[in-house]
């Protein structure tokens, strides 16, 4: 039982990663209606981004808050240069964007940083968190950290003008046209912020997987089957699901015979479309109706 | 949390190829075969075995078309199925010594029933759900393979090596030249069958099901039975090609069948243009050459040029290869009509 | 009288499919005008034309500004407002955030919170279920949201297309009532495509029949609604 529960919290501290990646995931969801494979990549920029910026001397709060600024404007410039053109285009056309931009992104960070691993700092310290085993102090301060989001995101969304736009604009764009709205800018701005948030994402995951050109793919998988299960459209959902597949994925690695690390993560995505077919919007997620 | 639930009245997720423009006219069809029997002949065999390559993934981009084209059903898991067409055939080759050509409609059929079975479970998934869920599976496939329990028949992580087969008759080829005409062949008999399939009744059914799946079900399609059945006989095909595959490149290994090659596969198919079959092979020129460019062109940042090189095909062409098709025969049209 | 609206030679695609050949009319300030013609004819092409939702050539002035070349937010944003077949609802939104967004190009804070009011006092039901969501409301309901959230943008002009579609009479007669009342209150000029071509006579003062793409009838409400011919080829009663 003792093992069951440290399993559990444990599955609860490296949840937190995939938590907050899973918000950033919903954030992109809600301005475009699907999901970006490049995302991972994004914050993975980022996060050498701040690093090269620490490097340089840069005290770590500095070059965070630069980081973020830097995010939110290249996740514009983005979705502006290569989206926008491809927005008439087929789905899945722009799929094979994200494909693209993947690619370009991964291939650059190795370049400009190479692929030798990296520490990153976490203004956390590394401690045990309260002397528990479990947890540590950076974990502990990296579930703060997304809590904080959660509450930021749940602010905008429902308290904010700018907010009420956004979700108007996702959720019916020819009625947002209708009121005024420019649809095509909220989808611009979704993309700034979904940048921003996940650069928090890859500075907060970088200490503890540390920096590499490839370090962000499993935990984007992980962030969308979170972000899947959770119910794309909530981002409390999300954070609920990036726990939960945290406990899955370790639950799995412990208590099934033979499946070592390289099986975790097929089996906690099938873990997860098990949910699925009996609950197919996610946990917390609107039942979707659909009509012919 | 609300209990209002979104009412949705969703465009299908994937486009309708118009009827007419389902393949290339007689013209261009016989060019094209002209040109695939008579290229080897006068080529090294390195250049015969890419064909022969061209060839393979141009099936396996068919069948995905099949699937997500015709069908509607996203599927970035086909590189699970050509590791089991590949694995099957190589090992009914090596460990029961059985005809090469005879490991295709075994593989074909194995496949096929996995396929099938998958796509059970798939029914009540779709869209990004249904691409996660053949996501896990294609992640899931190298795994398993290297599973130690299996290894007797997979040989782990080392794989198994394969045996080209001699053309038959002491016809005076070489093996790759033979590869090659026997894969043609297995090729166009394919392509045949599947645009066939596409025409019948069968075909219609899962165009009604791309195009909206409620109402073809009140018209009285049988979505699962359909949806399944699109479902196997893509992974068939699938299976067809890795066993093949198998056979051209010699050997099979865990490692040659992750989610890279279901990523490229979906690539190609987009590329080709979605749903539109005589696009495959445009898509599987794609996937196996522009790679290669890329790295030519800068070593370091391979990736990004070919990123670059995909963004571009996409800007130009969003619609894939059909897009350059469709303009073409307008042309041709005016240029007949002046 | 000033022109509000003038519309000249407008033809509309719906892809390689021309559903308007050539329409022209006229909407003065502060009419009340009705667009009618059987199903398939182009009322709702029009309106849609006239919020650039739909491909068209052809001149379209508001207030003499040309609305050519605008996107449709920036056309709303001029002031005009315009009620979607269907409604348009955001169904997972409450009614108070319906109206909210109707507003959203505003920056009259106070303005905003005084005119959302007003519409609970046009439409009492809203105030009763201004917490809760939208799409849980009836059909008569969430037509009288949004005909409020048009008027929240302060319109000059309120497009409508058939706001009777689904809904019991009494409740129609109650809903037209009150757009005669904003016309006449509030100087907003209405244009309303309807199907329900009797009910529309009787609340408009001006009348355009449409069929196939053309305007082949114009005339005050009145002249429309009395002319049995008129009645008999286009209106069907």
Redesign the interface.
């Given at each position: 039982m003792e093992l069951f529960t440290n399993q559990v919290l444990a599955g609860i501290a490296t949840g937190a990663i995939y938590a907050c990646m899973a918000l950033a995931v919903v954030m992109i969801y809600q301005a475009i209606d699907?999901?970006n494979f490049a995302q991972g990549e994004m914050a993975m920029f980022s996060t050498f981004v701040a690093w090269q910026l620490m490097q340089w001397g840069v005290p770590y709060w500095g070059a965070f808050v630069i980081t973020l600024a830097f995010s939110f404007v290249g996740g514009i410039a983005i979705e502006r240069l290569?989206f926008k053109?491809?927005a008439?285009?087929?789905?899945?056309?722009n799929?094979?964007?994200f494909?693209?931009?993947?690619?370009?992104i991964?291939?650059?960070a190795?370049?400009i940083w190479d692929f030798t691993i990296k520490q990153f700092p976490t203004p956390f310290g590394s401690s045990p968190f309260l002397g528990s085993q479990l947890i540590s102090t950076h974990q502990a301060g990296m579930i703060g950290v997304t809590m904080i989001l959660l509450l930021l995101l749940f602010f905008f969304f429902r308290f904010t003008?700018i907010g009420?736009?956004m979700?108007?604009a996702a959720?019916?764009p020819?009625?947002?046209?209708?009121?005024?709205?420019?649809?095509s800018w909220m989808i611009a701005l979704g993309w700034g912020m979904a940048a921003a948030i996940g650069s928090i994402a890859g500075m907060m995951i970088a200490p503890v997987v540390f920096l590499e050109p490839n370090m962000m793919l499993g935990v984007l998988?992980y962030g969308?089957?979170a972000a899947?299960l959770g119910g794309?459209?909530?981002p409390f959902g999300a954070v609920i699901g990036g726990f939960l597949v945290g406990i899955f994925e370790n639950l799995a690695g412990t208590y099934i015979p033979?499946i070592g690390n390289?099986?975790k993560?097929?089996?906690a995505?099938?873990l997860?479309?098990v949910v699925?077919?009996v609950k197919?919007a996610g946990l917390?997620g609107?039942?979707?109706?659909?009509?012919? | 949390m609300s209990a209002v639930q979104e009412v949705v009245t969703e465009a299908p997720a994937v486009e309708a190829v118009p009827k007419k423009a389902m393949t290339l006219g007689y013209g261009t069809s016989l060019a094209v075969l002209a040109l695939l029997i008579v290229v080897p002949l006068f080529v090294k065999n390195f250049i015969i075995f890419q064909m022969t390559m061209l060839l393979i993934y141009a099936l396996a981009v068919m069948a995905l078309n099949i699937l997500t084209g015709s069908s509607g059903q996203f599927s970035l898991g086909q590189s699970a199925f050509y590791a089991v067409g590949a694995y099957t055939s190589a090992i009914l080759m090596e460990t029961y010594n059985i005809n090469y050509a005879l490991t295709l409609p075994i593989s074909g059929i194995i496949c096929f029933g996995f396929g099938y079975l998958f796509g059970k479970p798939a029914l009540r998934l779709s869209g990004v759900y249904l691409a996660l869920a053949t996501f896990a599976l294609a992640t899931a496939m190298p795994q398993l393979l290297k599973l130690g329990v299996f290894e007797p028949w997979t040989g782990g992580v080392q794989g198994l090596v394969v045996t080209k087969p001699d053309a038959p008759f002491g016809l005076p080829m070489s093996q790759d030249m033979w590869l090659y005409y026997f894969t043609l062949a297995v090729s166009i008999a394919i392509y045949v069958a599947s645009v066939n399939l596409l025409r019948s009744r069968s075909g219609r059914a899962f165009m009604a099901i791309r195009d909206n799946e409620i109402a073809a079900s009140a018209m009285g399609v049988d979505v699962a039975l359909y949806k399944t059945l699109a479902f196997g006989v893509s992974a068939g095909i699938t299976g067809v090609a890795g066993a093949l595959g198998a056979i051209a490149v010699q050997f099979v290994a865990p490692d040659s069948y992750t989610i890279t090659l279901a990523i490229s596969l979906f690539l190609g198919m987009v590329v080709g243009g979605v749903g539109w079959l005589p696009g495959s092979i445009v898509g599987s020129a794609f996937i196996i050459f522009v790679p290669n460019i890329a790295e030519g062109i800068s070593k370091g940042l391979s990736g990004a040029v070919f990123g670059i090189l995909l963004f571009l095909v996409i800007f130009l062409v969003p619609h894939g290869a059909r897009q350059v098709s469709v303009v073409a025969q307008q042309l041709i049209g005016k240029l007949r009509k002046s | 009288m000033t022109a509000m609206l003038n519309v000249r030679d407008l033809r509309a695609y719906y892809g390689q499919v021309q559903a308007l050949h050539g329409l022209e009319f006229d909407l003065n300030e502060g009419s009340l005008t009705t667009l009618l013609g059987a199903n398939g004819a182009g009322k709702t092409t029009t309106l849609r034309a006239i919020c650039n939702m739909v491909r068209s050539t052809g001149s379209i002035e508001f207030e003499g500004k040309p609305l050519s070349g605008r996107s449709t937010e920036n056309i709303v944003r001029l002031g005009i407002a315009h009620v979607p077949q269907g409604r348009g609802t955001f169904t997972t939104m409450t009614v108070e955030e319906n109206l909210q967004l109707g507003a959203i190009t505003r920056k009259d804070s106070a303005g905003i919170v005084s005119d959302i009011e007003r519409m609970y006092d046009h439409f009492p039901v809203l105030k009763q279920r201004h917490t809760q969501q939208a799409g849980t409301l009836s059909g008569g309901e969430q037509q009288m949201l949004a005909v409020a959230r048009a008027l929240m943008l302060r319109p000059r002009l309120m497009l409508l297309d058939e706001p009777s579609f689904g809904l019991a009479p009494l409740i129609v007669r109650d809903l037209f009532r009150i757009l005669g009342k904003i016309n006449r209150e509030d100087n907003v000029s209405i244009l309303v495509v309807e199907q329900n071509a009797q009910l529309a006579l009787e609340l408009a003062d001006k009348a355009y029949v449409i069929e196939t793409g053309r305007i082949v009838m114009s005339g005050s409400a009145d002249e429309i609604a009395n002319n049995e011919d008129v009645r008999k080829s286009y209106l069907g009663y």
């Open positions: 699907h999901l290569l053109p491809l008439k285009a087929p789905i899945l056309t799929v094979a964007g494909i693209a931009l993947y690619a370009i991964n291939s650059f190795g370049l003008r009420l736009a979700r108007a959720s019916l020819e009625s947002a046209r209708l009121v005024g709205i420019n649809t998988i969308f089957a899947v794309l459209t909530s033979g390289e099986l993560l097929p089996i995505l099938a997860i479309i699925l077919v197919p917390f609107r039942p979707i109706v659909k009509r012919v | - | -």
